[in-house]
């Protein structure tokens, strides 16, 4: 049902925005659409549906296997030939006169055969060894659908930094512009300097090299965005334009405290895949241990044999019993299987410990690098003021021939690059905030919401 849903919320979606001159996507819209259509994710979902399978067949074990058997032979064998006669019931008197070198014989034989397993201790730990199997595969899908938000929502401040990115290269070229046309008319009243002109002009080449780069990168960005939502060809060749809506900056998460690690350590797929990992182990040891044990089975079977067409019968005969099979030696193989368990066993005990200090650490780190990127915002954006307010003292200066060219071509650089900084922090301030999420391993969840 929340296939259904978001599938056809997805398809209104692309249909009202077909219409329209420009694809619109919210964040919330380019998650939905590539946990929905990403290849990635796809493929993990097949693969998780491919091991459920195997739980259906470790039930099947338990059921009689049911198998029909036609069979044409001929020979003359003495050995052969004279079961053929038994099995059809015309076996005669004179039979001992050519039992030696008989003629030529031919039999069909039709066979129902049933077999039903009535102690096997094998049994029940390969179901628990395929049911793990499944899990795992169901973690491994929740790990890509985790995976694959993720590098949405980071490829998505990837555009939205790049359209920022765009956006200050416009105002620099636009600066850069003023900044020629002011050394231009000073050139031409007298009072200026030709150096000053063909240096502005320089520095307005240079800025308008950065401008077409950083155009580059945004149709690049929404390329890469297009492939992991899905897209049609179009978007992913950057010929059917999209734009993203809204600007997505700081994630609020709440204060790091026990609580949100133990979170963390039940939500988190790492743990749970190690988790896993462990209680196979369990399901392996107890295989090879099963191999100490006696199988034992019921089978039956119903067996008709004729002379000159197969289905029909001249004479027919049953056969039912019980076997009991016992391994009393395999050159110590069982004894080996068993210490091969036990050693991944412990080898599984010891991953799930180290897993657990991985994501204690990880939860962390992510808190600490997203106060740090907040202390960077803070000082980018006074940063960004006082290049502003720098430039607007030396323009007034330069127009009064109180400062040079080369100090205001020096202070706008200085601003261009601030608010290039500026952009980039606020996009790492943002990510930094999904990413304590993320180690949470609740990022779809709370990002959906």
Partial sequence: MYRLLITSAVLLFLAAAADAETLKLSLRDAMSMALENNNQIKAARFASDAAGQGIKIANSRYLPAVSFEETFAATNSP??????????????????????????????????????PLFVPSLSPLKEMAVKDAQKSELELEAARQGIAFQVFFTYLDVQKADAQLGSAVKAVADARENMRLATVRTSSGVGLKSDELRSRTHLSMVEQQQITASNNLTLAKMKLAMLIGLPDAALSGKEPFEISGFQDGVAVPELSDQVISDALQSRVEVKQSHTALEKSDAALSLARSEYLPTVGAFASYQLNAKDAPFTSDNEAWTAGVSLKWNIFDGFRTNSERRRALSGQA?????????????????????????????????????????????????????????TLVELLDAQTALNQARANLVETEAGYAVAGGRVYYMTGTFVKEMLK
């Fill in 79 to 116: 050995t052969n030939a004279f079961m053929m006669k038994l099995d059809e019931g015309n076996f005669a008197f004179s039979d001992f006169d050519t039992i030696n070198n008989p003629p030529t014989r031919h039999d069909f034989k039709t066979v129902l055969t049933v077999q039903q």
């Fill in 347 to 403: 080898a599984a005990r010891e991953m799930l410990e180290s897993t657990t200090k991985d994501v204690r650490y990880q939860l962390r780190e992510s808190y600490i690098r997203r106060d740090e990127a907040g202390k960077h915002l803070e000082v980018a954006v006074h940063a960004v003021a006082d290049a502003e307010e720098t430039v607007r003292l030396l323009s007034k200066r330069y127009e009064n021939s109180l400062s």
